[in-house]
């Protein structure tokens, strides 16, 4: 269970990190009585509960990634395309030795 709350930390300093009320979607972000899993738009989770699927692709999404990120021990896939990240990415994102795709092409980064 600590890794579940782990995973919505994480979810909540990418949207405090990237503007989140300026996404396009951004469907019951913040809103502490729905799961992570099933009610946020753009999250996934995996049978464990934890976010394997990270996909804001074209969103508005604006600012830095955040170092955080590298805590989502279970992720397996990352679309971030088409928006306006900048900034660089942080090192710790090799960390994630799980991900199979990690998509941030078309940003400012």
């Known amino acids: 269970e600590e890794d579940i709350f ?3 930390y994480v979810a909540l300093v990418l949207a405090f990190s990237t503007a989140y009320q300026y ?3 951004n469907s019951n972000w913040l809103d502490p009585t729905l799961s992570v899993c099933e009610d946020w738009s753009g999250l996934r989770c995996n049978d464990d509960g ?3 699927v990270l996909d804001l692709a074209v969103q508005n999404v604006t600012g830095t990634l955040p170092t955080e990120l590298a ?4 992720l397996d896939f990352v679309y971030l395309f088409r928006n306006n990240l900048g900034g660089t990415i942080p090192s710790e994102m090799g ?3 799980d ?4 998509y941030l092409n078309e940003n400012s980064l």
């Open 6 to 8: 782990n995973d919505r």
């Open 99 to 102: 991900v199979d795709f990690f």
């Open 23 to 25: 996404w396009y979607d």
């Open 71 to 74: 805590k989502l021990g279970s």
């Open 95 to 97: 960390q994630l030795d």
């Open 50 to 52: 934890r976010i394997s």
